[in-house]
């Protein structure tokens, strides 16, 4: 009921920048943590950066003073800036959102996936 898709990827240099969105779509009553994970060839996805409603985030030791992650509720969106990205961040890269509905279920959703490719 609720889709999310991501747009923003693609092939940059090592230290150049990206900015991923995340738009959330459909029957939308709350969006609580929003997050972007990342899943490299061979590798575990893993959580590259989440943030709560009320603007506290958390990133990976990875990325920590490169990317930032924000929202904007209003826009039901959810963005990732990327800053001196390095091959090592290449992978394909998936928006997340914990939603809970008008009947107080809640879950999770997931985008597509958006590739980001890293290499000179």
């Known amino acids: 009921q609720v889709q999310l898709v991501e747009s923003g990827g693609g092939l940059v240099q090592p230290g150049g920048s990206l900015r991923l969105s995340c738009a959330a779509s459909?029957?939308?009553?709350?969006?609580?943590?929003m997050g972007w994970y990342r899943q490299a060839p061979g590798k575990l996805r893993e959580l590259v950066a989440s943030i709560s409603r009320g603007g506290s985030t958390n990133y990976a030791d990875s990325v920590k003073g490169r990317f930032t992650i924000s929202r904007d509720n209003a826009k039901n969106t959810v963005y990732l800036q990327m800053n001196n990205l390095k091959p090592e961040d290449t992978a394909a890269y998936y928006c997340?959102?914990?939603?809970?509905?008008?009947?107080?279920?809640?879950?999770?959703?997931w985008g597509q996936g958006t590739q980001v490719t890293v290499s000179s």
């Open positions: 459909g029957s939308i009553f709350r969006l609580n943590v």
């Open positions: 997340n959102a914990d939603h809970t509905g008008r009947s107080w279920d809640r879950r999770d959703y």
